[in-house]
């Protein structure tokens, strides 16, 4: 069965400050990679997607995202956050032909203006 | 992209009650999922709702704790039976757009607490 790693759960930082969230998975096949955010008091939405080509996936408000197949990662970016940017962000990985992703548990980002 | 409403948006219930929880969709869309979101834990596929039939519940969840309907392409509903502070979570419920590579969107969710 997938399984995907979310390996920092609380991130603080400053604004202007770099982000990089991490994203593991452990299926070695065709995979659909997603990073949601769900903002304070909102619902989840989709913050970007990789299905092929390019494996660096740019999504909205300046986050992008790199599919690297041989480390089974597909990390977040983002070169500047904003206080704005205070969110829950869940990457997800779909795979094995189904349509169903599996989550990952989930980062809390938390920025301080 | 598909918008989702769901009802209520919180709601706080007696232990051994029940809650239906309802999902409408603005468009018919193809799947509907129901999940379970637990504070600084994953989301939780419930079961897959199937319109026309029985729906497909995952590992651990089950109809009688769970029934579900889906009368229609554009709505779907869950109950959870028998509450205990167990069951105190958010549920959400999804669409699957297969129009978009089964792109998922998602509702505002259900805050239920079971006291």
Known sequence: AQSVSQHNHHVILSEAASLELGCNYSYGGT???????????????????YFSGDPLVKGIKGFEAEFIKSKFSFNLRKPS??????AEYFCAVRSGGSYIPTFGRGTSLIVHP | SAVISQKPSRDICQRGTSLTIQCQVDSQVTMMFW?????GQSLTL???????????YESGFVIDKFPISRPNLTFS?????????????IYLCSVGDSNIFYEQYFG???????T
């Not at chain 1, 956050?81 to 205070?86: E, G, I, L, M, R």
């Not at chain 2, 999940?35 to 504070?39: A, E, G, I, T």
């Open chain 2, 35 to 39: 999940y379970r979101q637990q504070p």
């Open chain 1, 31 to 49: 995979v659909n990679l997603f990073w949601y955010v769900q903002y304070p008091g909102q619902h989840l939405q989709l913050l970007l997607k």
């Open chain 2, 77 to 89: 509903t869950l109950t959870v039976s028998n509450m205990s502070p167990e069951d105190s979570s």
């Open chain 1, 81 to 86: 956050v904003q206080w704005s940017d205070t």
């Open chain 2, 46 to 56: 419930i079961a897959t709702a199937n319109q026309g039939s029985e729906a497909t």
């Open chain 2, 108 to 114: 505002p969710g259900t805050r239920l607490t079971v």
